[in-house]
């Protein structure tokens, strides 16, 4: 009598998988949806969760004398963090002393040592 994976090994694939009405059974239907869930997993949830990871790092690394970006093209240098009201006093121009305060969540980016954000060079 053989055995059941020797049977398996024998018997051809439409065989192996088809149902004694014919149609393949139920979980063979369900693969295209769990194929288009991993799919938007990897394309639209993945990498949004990585961009935010990012962010709440740069937000977390914030310290005076850094030279941000808002999320409104405001360039400026962090005056003072405020961590638990979540607030952030920029010094937006150097003669004059001008400060303003935005919240924390929109600073966009951290402008590298040397570089300087919004302006580009003809």
């Known amino acids: 009598m053989p055995t059941a994976l020797a049977l398996f090994l024998f018997l051809p694939p439409a065989a192996c998988f088809a149902q004694a009405d014919g149609n393949p059974p139920l979980p063979f239907h369900l693969l295209p949806i769990v194929a288009i869930a991993m799919a ?8 949004e969760r990585e961009r935010q990871r990012k962010q709440q790092a740069l937000l977390a690394g914030i310290k005076k004398n850094d030279r941000v970006v808002t999320a409104g093209g405001i360039c400026g240098t962090v005056a003072s963090v405020d961590r638990e009201a979540g607030r ?15 919240t924390l969540a929109s600073i966009a980016q951290l402008v590298p040592a040397g570089g300087d954000a919004g302006e580009s060079s003809p």
Request: glycine share 0%; net charge positive; aromatic share 4%.
């Open 40 to 47: 938007a997993y990897l394309i639209l949830i993945r990498p």
């Open 88 to 102: 952030v006093a920029l010094k937006i121009d150097d003669s004059s002393n001008v400060k303003i305060t935005v």
